[in-house]
């Protein structure tokens, strides 16, 4: 049976809509709803049922989809891996938020780009970056959450401590980390705050994960780049929580201290997600491995 067709019955059966997959697979929607009525004829059952808003299988389709789509991914890097040599000359299109990927992601890609990868960056947080991957937008994305459905996929890339930080003035008013640990939430409370959304989130699930509560503080200064939060905290504006990767060199340099060493600090995962199946890429096949192995000394 005619491979094309295949990939096209899978791609339709991840991205769950005609239009979708059609801009996938950089085709148009009638010869993708064409090359599924000629899959639909071959088999003699219908594998989609059409509705208002893109399309859901049938149980044929459901099953032929999970028989299949492993060998159909394996099939495509076989009829890719002659490409392999000049995965050098392909442009990678990866997205994520804008701190991790700037201290973290371009720095641990950068021997590939000197050996010629080019790479377009985006920034933005994980449902956006969801809705890129799934629009052909970006081929990989860095996100703090898996996404839901067959399309995307995800594997972990490396775990994030969150650590409580202020100035050593902030420390030394406070009594130090030691006063902080024995009277908990209650020596913190009314503190200024900066962050990077009116939300709080850093501090919530700080807060959440350490104290099991929420906090009482109103953003002091609100920045949406951690970088600048951490300036402001360095500066003496109020504490803030951020991933130690960031502020590691401020906290050995004394320009911040950590406030609070909770004996179980609290963590936050980073994935790396690609469109199901296109890892038959080289250029995103080699740049997927070299960030996996890289997060290993993160």
């Given at each position: ?283 995103l096949s080699r740049a997927h491995e070299w960030l996996l192995r890289a997060a290993v000394s993160?």
């Amino acid at each position: 049976m005619d491979l094309t067709l295949l990939r096209t019955f899978v791609t339709v059966h991840r991205a769950g809509s005609f239009t979708r997959a059609a801009a996938l697979l950089g085709l148009s929607q009638p010869a993708v709803t064409g090359q599924i009525r000629s899959l639909e004829r071959r088999l003699g059952h219908p594998l989609f049922l059409r509705r208002a808003r893109g399309v859901t299988p049938t149980t044929l389709g459901d099953e032929l989809a999970h028989r299949i789509a492993p060998h159909v991914d394996a099939l495509l890097e076989i009829t890719e891996s002659g490409l392999d040599d000049q995965w050098s000359h392909r442009t990678l299109h990866l997205a994520g938020p804008p701190e991790f990927t700037a201290l973290r992601v371009l720095p641990a890609l950068s021997p590939l780009i000197i050996q010629g990868l080019t790479v377009r960056a985006a920034q933005g947080m994980s449902e956006p970056l969801f809705e890129g991957l799934s629009a052909g937008h970006h081929e990989l994305a860095i996100t703090t959450s898996r996404p839901r459905g067959r399309l995307l996929s995800a594997t972990p890339l490396c775990d994030e401590e969150h650590v409580l930080i202020g100035a050593p003035r902030w420390a030394a008013r406070l009594g130090g980390a030691a006063v902080v640990r024995d009277k908990g939430v209650t020596v913190l409370e009314h503190l200024p705050v900066v962050e990077v959304d009116e939300s709080l989130p850093f501090v919530t699930r700080y807060w959440a994960t350490v104290f099991d509560s929420k906090p009482v503080a109103i953003g002091a200064v609100i920045a949406p780049d951690l970088r600048a939060v951490l300036s402001c905290v360095a500066a003496g504006a109020g504490i803030a929580v951020l991933p130690r990767y960031l502020c590691e060199d401020a906290l050995d340099t004394g320009e911040v201290v950590a406030l609070l060493n909770p004996p179980v600090p609290p963590l936050r995962t980073y994935f790396l997600v690609i469109r199901a199946g296109t890892l038959a890429h080289p250029h995103l096949s080699r740049a997927h491995e070299w960030l996996l192995r890289a997060a290993v000394s993160w």
